[in-house]
């Protein structure tokens, strides 16, 4: 695999960056089409722009997980995903306002994944399949702090 990293300073206030990561895990002790690694991740990525302008700042951000294997054999795949953040603060003498939008796009997404065998009490047979904790859609924060 491979890891990049880029940051570049665009001006004195703004700075662009990302962080992009590239690996093919397979377990070497298992047949082929049966040596996949449950939810490891093949490609992620993280990044976006930032400002920095004194009293104020602000950022777009985002980070993607691309589609992965569930299980050994990859019969179930665990769903990627792609979700933008943005957020804008305001600091005067020893306080902070922010307003943050999360998941700009609403994008439906799982933040937590397993394949589990299970059963429901009307099921004759149990069933291999994703479970998972969905992930946040877009809201509004807003926050106050006191620096010391």
Same mark, same amino acid.
């Given at each position: 695999?491979?890891?990049?990293?880029?940051?570049?300073?665009?001006?004195?206030?703004? *700075?662009?960056?990302?962080?992009l990561?590239?690996?093919?895990?397979r377990?070497?002790?298992?047949?082929?089409?049966?040596h996949?690694?449950?939810?490891?991740?093949?490609l992620?990525s993280?990044?976006?722009?930032?400002?920095?302008?004194?009293?104020?700042?602000?950022?777009l951000?985002?980070?993607?997980?691309?589609?992965?294997?569930?299980?050994?054999?990859?019969?179930?795949?665990?769903?990627g995903?792609?979700?933008?953040?943005?957020?804008?603060?305001?600091?005067?003498?020893?306080?902070?306002?922010g307003?943050?939008?999360?998941?700009? *796009?609403?994008?439906e997404?799982?933040?937590?994944?397993f394949?589990?065998?299970?059963?429901?009490?009307?099921?004759?047979?149990?069933?291999?399949?994703i479970h998972?904790?969905?992930?946040?859609?877009?809201?509004?924060?807003?926050?106050?702090?006191?620096?010391?």
């Open positions: 695999g491979f890891d990049l990293g880029i940051r570049y300073q665009i001006s004195d206030w703004l *700075l662009a960056s990302t962080d990561n590239y690996a093919d895990p377990a070497l002790d298992e047949p082929e089409g049966n996949f690694i449950p939810l490891a991740p093949s992620t993280v990044g976006g722009l930032n400002l920095t302008k004194e009293p104020w700042s602000a950022g951000n985002y980070r993607y997980l691309a589609d992965r294997p569930a299980n050994e054999d990859n019969s179930i795949v665990a769903q995903y792609f979700v933008a953040d943005a957020n804008v603060s305001y600091c005067w003498r020893m306080f902070e306002i307003l943050s939008l999360e998941n700009i *796009l609403n994008t997404w799982n933040e937590a994944q394949a589990t065998e299970s059963r429901l009490s009307f099921e004759a047979e149990s069933v291999e399949e998972f904790t969905p992930g946040t859609p877009r809201f509004f924060k807003a926050s106050f702090k006191v620096l010391f």
